[in-house]
């Protein structure tokens, strides 16, 4: 078994910053792919960035590119999302997930997502 637990959710001004971290513990004897989901208010949970188990390779949704940078510290088995120049519509619950196999470089998709963590709140006030 895997826990994930993100903190470092919370209101925060559009053009302003906040930096989630998503700590990993339990069955962990490698390093994996993780990522970053998040859902607003009735809609679907959708992608945000993914990193490799290696940190060599890194994704990101449209939506946040050039403001979003994902970064993985291996040795604590932790991730982070620095997020940069926020807008409202980045308001959302923001998930952290874990790819429980070696078998895939990096994902896009929540189906290859074995583990997800509690989420945090993300608020974006005009």
């Known amino acids: 078994q895997v826990h994930l637990v993100e903190s470092g959710g919370g209101l925060v001004q559009a053009e302003g910053s906040l930096r989630l971290s998503c700590a990993a513990s339990?069955?962990?004897?490698?390093?994996?792919?993780m990522g970053w989901f998040r859902q607003a208010p009735g809609k679907e949970r959708l992608f945000v960035a993914a990193?490799?188990?290696?940190?060599?390779?890194?994704v990101y949704a449209d939506s946040v590119k050039g403001r979003f940078t994902i970064s993985r510290d291996s040795a604590e088995n932790t991730v982070y999302l620095q997020m940069n120049s926020l807008k409202p519509e980045d308001t959302a619950v923001y998930y952290c997930?874990?790819?429980?196999?070696?078998?895939?470089?990096?994902?896009?998709?929540?189906?290859?997502?074995?583990?997800w963590g509690q989420g945090t709140q993300v608020t974006v006030s005009s």
């Open positions: 990193i490799s188990w290696d940190g060599g390779y890194t």
């Open positions: 997930g874990l790819v429980y196999s070696m078998t895939r470089l990096i994902s896009k998709n929540q189906d290859d997502y074995n583990y």
């Open positions: 339990g069955q962990i004897d490698t390093t994996y792919p």
